[in-house]
């Protein structure tokens, strides 16, 4: 009797072995920080359920969509610049030529950006910021990180977070009040032309944050090397996003 108890005592250790091995072998190598990032997660989706939903559905309510589209673009004028700034640092001269045009022609027939001129002209709006910048210059990505307010980011994320504030002429306003108020209504926008991408998260996902993190890191992949992920290359890999 004593004997079988002392089986049975080791194979229920060797079970819960196999099974913490097994834990630790599918622990998320890009995600070195989950307990900080499911935290941090944490209050941006509490801060967001009270602050920064109600204020987007309310600033929804009160715009009329012409008015709500021509902020869109305002702020989208201004993104042209920074986008221009890292087609030149990306050697994308020809890319470069079309974003630039976008601004001039937006900022002055567009009245300021406020109508995408351009786009009735069949000139495209390209998405490059100074983390696809570093990125093409091949510096990893690094660990997936979560940031208060912000996100889902990376270390290379928060550098390029820094390159584009730096590009954004708002960011050069005498008056930190016109600033902050500038930068505040441009997020209030964002958010508000956002509001449905919840639901589909929230309707797609057995695990919330998986889903932003897969999202993030696969889409950052993406734009890094414009579409054209090699064939057979993990894209969930943290490293595996540059070119």
């Given at each position: 009797?004593?004997?079988?108890?002392?089986?049975?005592?080791?194979?229920?250790?060797?079970?819960?072995?196999?099974?913490?091995?097994?834990?630790?072998?599918?622990?998320?190598?890009?995600?070195?920080?989950?307990?900080?990032?499911?935290?941090?997660?944490?209050?941006?989706?509490?801060?967001?359920?009270?602050?920064?939903?109600?204020?987007?559905?309310?600033?929804?309510?009160?715009?009329?969509?012409?008015?709500?589209?021509?902020?869109?673009?305002?702020?989208?004028n201004i993104n042209d610049i920074g986008v221009t700034i890292n087609d030149l640092l990306q050697?994308?001269?020809?890319?470069?030529?079309?974003?630039?045009?976008?601004?001039?022609?937006?900022?002055?027939?567009?009245?300021?950006?406020?109508?995408?001129?351009?786009?009735?002209?069949?000139?495209?709006?390209?998405?490059?910021?100074?983390?696809?910048?570093?990125?093409?210059?091949?510096?990893?990505?690094?660990?997936?990180?979560?940031?208060?307010?912000?996100?889902?980011?990376?270390?290379?994320?928060?550098?390029?977070?820094?390159?584009?504030?730096?590009?954004?002429?708002?960011?050069?306003?005498?008056?930190?009040?016109?600033?902050?108020?500038?930068?505040?209504?441009?997020?209030?926008?964002?958010?508000?032309?956002?509001?449905?991408?919840?639901?589909?998260?929230?309707?797609?996902?057995?695990?919330?944050?998986?889903?932003?993190?897969?999202?993030?890191?696969?889409?950052?992949?993406?734009l890094v090397n414009d579409g054209n992920v090699p064939e057979g290359e993990n894209e969930l890999?943290?490293?595996?996003?540059?070119?």
């Amino acid at each position: 009797m004593h004997k079988n108890r002392s089986i049975t005592q080791l194979t229920g250790l060797i079970l819960l072995g196999m099974m913490a091995g097994c834990a630790t072998s599918t622990r998320d190598a890009r995600d070195p920080l989950e307990n900080w990032n499911r935290d941090v997660q944490l209050f941006n989706d509490n801060l967001d359920e009270y602050v920064g939903k109600p204020v987007a559905t309310g600033y929804q309510w009160i715009m009329p969509s012409f008015a709500d589209r021509g902020v869109t673009n305002f702020f989208s004028n201004i993104n042209d610049i920074g986008v221009t700034i890292n087609d030149l640092l990306q050697f994308k001269l020809s890319q470069a030529g079309m974003d630039g045009s976008r601004f001039i022609v937006n900022s002055v027939a567009g009245i300021g950006g406020f109508i995408d001129v351009a786009e009735m002209i069949d000139l495209p709006k390209h998405e490059e910021d100074f983390d696809q910048t570093l990125g093409v210059w091949g510096v990893p990505t690094g660990p997936y990180l979560v940031l208060p307010f912000f996100g889902s980011s990376s270390p290379r994320g928060i550098g390029g977070l820094i390159g584009d504030t730096a590009m954004n002429p708002v960011s050069y306003l005498d008056s930190g009040i016109i600033s902050g108020s500038l930068f505040a209504v441009n997020w209030t926008d964002l958010r508000a032309d956002n509001l449905g991408t919840e639901k589909v998260a929230d309707e797609a996902a057995l695990d919330r944050y998986e889903f932003f993190k897969d999202a993030y890191l696969q889409r950052r992949n993406y734009l890094v090397n414009d579409g054209n992920v090699p064939e057979g290359e993990n894209e969930l890999e943290p490293d595996e996003d540059n070119p």
